[in-house]
Nanobody, 128 residues
Framework: QVLLVESGGGVVQAGGSLRLSCAAS????????MGWFRQAPGKEREFVAA??????????AYSDSVKGRFTISRDNVKNTVYLQMNSLKPEDTAVYYC???????????????????WGQGTQVTVSS
């Protein structure tokens, strides 16, 4: 059974930082692409960041709204993927979800439909 458990959410002032963690179990993990998505109230779930592979090795992808502020990384020993979020803005407020793809050495997809497993989400609230 695959289980993804997010942690690290909370309330932070604008300009502050948070680091989200997603602990995975039931997966090989080291060769599974991972992603972060978020959903704000009244809005659709949107892509935030992903880590995967292309022909040249491991790659990362970011949405334009978080590029330069957020960093995705992974620790294959701890079976954990992280999302370091800096310079947070009120518009970053959302429930953040971790997701995993089955496809071994797959791409860092921006499409939610490409992900096979999802965590329960963690709330991030950025106050102005």
């Amino acid at each position: 059974q695959v289980l993804l458990v997010e942690s690290g959410g909370g309330v932070v002032q604008a300009g502050g930082s948070l680091r989200l963690s997603c602990a995975a179990s039931g997966l090989t993990f080291s060769n599974n692409p991972m992603g972060w998505f978020r959903q704000a109230p009244g809005k659709e779930r949107e892509f935030v960041a992903a880590i995967g592979w292309n022909w040249n090795g491991i790659i990362t992808a970011y949405s334009d709204s978080v590029k330069g502020r957020f960093t995705i990384s992974r620790d294959n020993v701890k079976n954990t993927v992280y999302l370091q979020m800096n310079s947070l803005k009120p518009e970053d407020t959302a429930v953040y979800y971790c997701a995993a793809r089955i496809a071994m050495y797959g791409s860092a997809s921006r499409e939610a439909r490409m992900y096979d497993y999802w965590g329960q989400g963690t709330q991030v609230t950025v106050s102005s």
